[in-house]
């Protein structure tokens, strides 16, 4: 009988780092799709997503010797692409468009044989909440995906953006009321 457990990310970092390259391949598949979601919301279209994450993947690698294991290897994997998504839209201003973002983002209908009329009007509340987000601070935006999109821990969303904890929790409670007032404004325009 085999062992068909799979390696932890401290294993493959390791394999990695002595030299097969094909473990960092592992941890690609296993993040990426989770990464380019994060990272969407951040940057606001797929292209930019992708080009993004695949920023952070050649970082990540190039940079894994500095790896300290302090954290999760997804921890400061998201990091590095955070950090490129906000230097991109930075980048960018004004904004670029989150029109393009439908069919791949989490927030769709699950339910794919639901009423048309009610699938078409749950895509509309998608992509104006994908609007709205665009919208916010960046600072406010980066806690608001981590939390409410990714489900991340305080502690987690702390260590990734080198926060304190109440930082994480007031920055929350900031973007969550700056996206109530986004949506209501776009919803009475």
Same mark, same amino acid.
């Given at each position: ?9 401290? &294993? ?7 030299? &097969? ?12 799709? =989770? ?8 940057? $606001? ?13 050649? &970082? ?39 029109? $393009? ?10 339910? =794919? ?11 509309? =509340?998608?992509?104006?909440?994908? &609007? ?58």
């Amino acid at each position: 009988m085999t062992d068909t457990t799979l390696p932890s990310d401290a &294993q493959l970092v390791e394999e990695t780092l002595g030299g &097969q390259p094909e473990a960092f391949g592992k941890l690609v598949l296993k993040y990426q799709d =989770r990464l380019f979601n994060a990272v969407l919301h951040v940057v $606001g279209n797929p292209e930019d997503a992708r080009d993004m994450v695949q920023e952070a993947l050649v &970082q990540a690698f190039l940079k894994l010797e500095s790896f300290q294991r302090r954290s999760a290897f997804y921890t400061w994997l998201y990091r590095i692409a955070l950090n490129a998504a906000i230097s991109h839209r930075r980048r960018l201003r004004p904004m670029a468009s989150v029109e $393009g973002a439908g069919a791949t983002g989490r927030l769709q209908p699950s339910n =794919r044989e639901a009423d048309p009329a009610a699938v078409l009007d749950c895509k509309e =509340r998608c992509r104006q909440v994908r &609007q709205a987000i665009a919208q916010l601070a960046d600072d406010h935006r980066a806690v608001l995906v981590l939390r409410d999109i990714e489900g991340c821990d305080y502690q987690t969303i702390a260590e990734i953006l080198a926060l304190p904890v109440g930082t994480v929790r007031s920055r929350l409670h900031r973007a969550r009321l700056q996206l109530r007032d986004v949506l209501k404004e776009m919803l009475v325009s």
